[in-house]
């Protein structure tokens, strides 16, 4: 017996599909293993460098839980990417901060996410692209 077609489980096979990619080949091209969630995580602090970054910016703007934020960003203080800085008002609160490492993984890690990108939209017009935001804007609400 087929399955009927799901929206959701299409989203799922993609998310593990874009993951398992993102994952992929960062130790061949010299990365030490970052991760793509650390990639973007890099490049989220480095696009906001304007301001203070915190674990509960990133919980709130990626929309992931704070025990999968607290994984990843324990993992990238231990590989030497971050250090988590008190803040002088509240002693809780963590400033995130890059290290000169993650910095010099920065542009590399821009560079294969544009291919990546690149290779994903590889064959979509770009009305199907713009439609397809339009979609996950209103799955993406739909879902709050």
């Given at each position: 017996?087929?399955?009927?077609?799901?929206?959701?489980?299409?989203?799922?096979?993609?998310?593990?599909?874009?993951?398992?990619k993102?994952?992929?080949?960062?130790?061949?091209?010299?990365?030490?293993?970052?991760?793509?969630?650390?990639?973007?995580?890099?490049?989220?602090?480095?696009?906001?460098?304007?301001?203070?970054?915190?674990?509960?910016?990133?919980?709130?703007?990626?929309?992931?839980?704070?025990?999968?934020?607290?994984?990843?960003l324990?993992?990238?203080?231990?590989?030497?990417?971050?250090v988590?800085?008190?803040?002088?008002?509240?002693a809780?609160?963590?400033?995130?901060?890059?290290?000169?490492?993650?910095?010099?993984?920065?542009?590399?890690?821009?560079?294969?996410?544009?291919?990546?990108?690149?290779?994903?939209?590889?064959?979509?017009?770009?009305?199907?692209?713009?439609?397809?935001?339009?979609?996950?804007?209103?799955?993406?609400?739909?879902?709050?």
């Open positions: 017996m087929k399955l009927p077609k799901a929206i959701s489980f299409e989203i799922k096979v993609l998310a593990n599909l874009i993951k398992r993102m994952d992929d080949g960062t130790s061949e091209d010299g990365e030490d293993g970052l991760t793509g969630m650390q990639g973007w995580i890099i490049g989220y602090v480095k696009a906001n460098a304007d301001r203070a970054m915190f674990q509960r910016d990133i919980e709130k703007d990626f929309d992931i839980r704070r025990a999968s934020v607290t994984g990843v324990q993992l990238m203080e231990r590989n030497g990417l971050i988590r800085v008190p803040v002088e008002h509240d809780r609160l963590k400033k995130i901060t890059l290290t000169s490492k993650a910095n010099m993984l920065y542009e590399r890690s821009v560079q294969r996410w544009q291919e990546f990108e690149s290779s994903l939209c590889s064959g979509l017009s770009d009305e199907e692209i713009s439609l397809f935001f339009v979609i996950a804007a209103k799955l993406k609400k739909n879902l709050e």
